[in-house]
């Protein structure tokens, strides 16, 4: 069967799932398969709960006509994903998105704006790699008038990748920071995989959004002739902090377009992501005032610098990601707090490689600078310099969990953040 042909099934049945756990009646099921399981298994039993059709690769499981049997599920997924692309005017706009701290806390941001004029699709949560973005695709609607498709990577050719699948001719990178050191080789490695959203623009004559605060940025953007870029201190929009307690607090200072931004978002490390989706509201023609009504309304989910209250206790949980940089940038943030009661919990960082034991040992010289009330490490890349640096250290997320019952009150703030597989969110459960 062709992808054309697969397409013209997939428009009576544009709802696509690959997890039976969540599949309705009426979805198209791609029987994925990966290193500790195989899709093709459940192929049966989807159809029994409803799916109108179950994609597969293995000719031992065609059970009937609504079996479709390709070479490959995945090459199938991600072309069915670049077709449906390509059946969209080129006038629309498909924003590419991607960097390694903020850049979907940056989606999100520019999703609401967008949406404050336009029927805007965006990525969901984080699906945002080899499988997420091909799904991300094919949830755009037909009448969609703006997209953002964000892109992860831990390697290079992965964002080129994307590009070829969702196309954008629009495309902002929030930062290259030392995540992923492992895959990437190296910070330069990083700028290079990430800098294939910018060789893709450049090639294919499309703008960028981008910091004119990053020199590293500029450098990567040679080329590209149609920039629009935002700042603290360069850019064609720029801001200044008004406040970052409780919240993060700014004002748009160029002529006509003075206001103040009180956002629901913690830390000044936010500043660039406030600034990227005041850009392109701009750009794309939506009123300040609707802008800064988006922003105000928009708070963090998903364990991303949430503030929490809990028993009493001030929580900023940010337990869904980190890497050198974005530690970096909180602890700085979190010390900076005025109270004398800060307690900073932070998990291991992987995906280091070589650079792990280094990028840890950083860390912890960083917190001996400023003053807690507490700290914990928990994760056995932070075991060595724990014990030399005398702070307290947990071998898990739940060994942390019964300190932190013990210990903590209602006086304390506490910041909580580490890799998703340190699972930090456990603590405070």
């Known amino acids: 069967m062709t992808i054309q042909e697969i397409y013209s099934i997939y428009k009576m049945h544009t709802s696509v799932q690959t997890d039976t756990r ?15 399981f195989n899709g093709n298994k459940f192929a049966q039993k989807a159809l029994e709960m409803g799916a ?28 069915l994903a670049a077709y449906h692309r390509e059946q969209f005017d080129s006038s629309i706009p498909f924003i590419g998105i991607t960097g390694s701290n903020g850049k979907t ?11 404050k004029k336009y029927k805007t699709t965006a990525t969901r949560g984080n699906f945002n790699n ?54 990437f080789g190296g910070i330069e490695g990083v700028r290079k995989g990430k800098g294939e959203l910018y060789d893709y623009i450049r090639k294919h004559d499309g703008s960028i959004f981008i910091n004119a605060d990053l020199d590293y940025l500029q450098e990567m953007a040679q080329g590209i002739a149609k920039q629009y870029s935002y700042g603290e201190f360069e850019g064609d ?41 005041v850009a392109i509201g701009l750009h794309f ?15 963090p989910t998903n364990n991303r610098s949430q503030h929490l209250v809990k028993d009493g206790v001030n929580i900023i949980l940010d337990a869904y990601n980190a890497n050198p940089t974005s530690t970096l940038a909180a602890i700085k943030s979190f010390a900076e707090k005025k109270t004398d009661n800060k307690v900073i919990m932070l998990g291991a960082m992987k995906e280091l490689g070589k650079y792990s034991k280094e990028e840890h040992e950083h860390i912890a010289l960083e917190l001996k600078k400023y003053k807690w009330k507490s700290i914990v490490l928990v994760g056995e890349e932070f075991e060595q310099s724990a014990k030399e640096h005398g702070m307290k250290y947990f071998a898990t997320s739940q060994d942390a969990r019964n300190w932190y019952k013990d210990e903590v009150n209602s006086q304390d703030w506490v910041y909580i953040k580490g890799s998703r597989l340190a699972a930090m969110e456990k603590i405070i459960e």
Do not use: R
Not at 105 to 115: A, G
Not at 136 to 154: F, R
């Open 22 to 36: 969540k599949l309705k009646e009426g979805d198209l099921f791609f029987a994925l398969k990966g290193e500790n």
């Open 52 to 79: 109108a059709y179950a994609i597969i690769d293995e000719a031992a499981y065609v059970i009937s006509d609504k079996t479709i049997l390709v070479p490959n599920v995945l090459k199938c997924l991600q072309d």
């Open 105 to 115: 806390t940056t989606k999100e941001l520019i999703h609401v704006v967008l949406n």
């Open 130 to 183: 080899h499988i997420g973005v091909p799904l991300t695709l094919l949830e755009i609607p037909d009448n969609t008038e703006m997209a953002i498709v964000e892109m992860g990577a831990n390697h290079q050719k992965e964002i080129e990748a994307y590009c070829q699948w969702a196309q954008p001719n629009f495309g902002l990178i929030s930062n290259c920071g030392k995540a992923h050191l492992e895959g």
């Open 237 to 277: 929009i720029k801001a200044k902090v008004k406040a970052e307690e409780p919240y993060l607090e700014l004002a748009i200072i160029n002529a006509g377009l003075e206001c103040t931004i009180k956002t629901n978002l913690v830390g000044l490390y936010n500043l660039p992501n406030v600034l990227a989706a």
């Open 285 to 299: 023609g939506i009123n300040i005032d609707a802008i800064k009504e988006a922003i105000e309304n928009y708070a």
